[in-house]
């Protein structure tokens, strides 16, 4: 079934935190100054992401919101701006700008600065995933480097994020204690170079 008609875009919607989500037409916004239009190619689901749905995440949305903070596309358009205009037409990471719509449509709008170039060695479904995780392990990395901390305490070890910081506290000397939530996890962890593992339950 073909929802389209004119200048128009699929979306997911939620109209108050907590609701259902649900499909529907909405219009292909416009990219302003220093923003560009991105055609979405792939979008992840994560923690945040679920957070954001049930009510939980950190901020003030305008609702009705199209959910998604992260993503991969193209740039289609562009807005008045030197980077905007670098950006037509490069495949990109991107991530959703507050209150403008998120990457879980057809289309988003995001400032230029939110829409990375991705090189021919990363495909799209990879690009989808490149900001959110990657940047949060390096910034925990960096806040544990300048107040220097010899050790970090992570209770979702078994995520990407999580495979990530056993990488990155092992390329910078950070002891890492993983906690993971079952006993199968341990394994996974393990064969990622995790040296301390705990089971939460125990």
């Known amino acids: 079934m073909n929802l389209r ?7 997911l919607i939620q109209e108050n935190h907590g609701d259902e989500i649900f499909l529907t037409e909405v219009p ?5 100054p220093g923003e560009v239009l991105v055609k979405m190619h792939f979008s992840p689901v994560n923690p ?6 049930q009510g939980t995440y950190k901020g003030n949305p305008q609702y009705p919101i199209i959910p998604g903070i992260e993503g991969s596309g193209i740039v289609v358009k562009s807005g008045r701006g030197i980077i905007a205009g670098l950006r037509k037409g490069k495949r990109v990471a991107c991530t959703a700008s507050e209150n403008k719509g998120g990457t ?9 600065t939110r ?4 090189g021919k060695k ?6 989808a995933m490149l900001l959110v995780n990657p940047l949060t392990a390096l910034a925990f990395i960096d806040m544990a480097v300048e107040s220097k901390q010899t050790a970090i305490v992570n209770n ?8 990530m910081l056993i990488y ?4 910078y000397d950070i002891t890492l204690v993983n906690i993971v939530s079952r006993e199968s996890q341990l394994n996974t962890i393990k064969e990622q170079g995790a040296e301390y593992a705990l089971i939460s339950s125990s």
């Open 104 to 112: 879980w449509a057809e289309y988003m709008v995001t400032s230029a």
């Open 115 to 118: 829409a990375i170039p991705l």
């Open 168 to 171: 990155l506290c092992k390329k």
């Open 28 to 32: 292909i916004p416009e990219p302003g």
């Open 156 to 163: 979702a070890a078994a995520s990407s994020l999580g495979k």
């Open 122 to 127: 990363i495909d799209d479904e990879q690009g």
């Open 48 to 53: 945040s992401d679920l957070s954001l749905l």
């Open 5 to 11: 008609t004119g200048n128009k875009m699929i979306a």
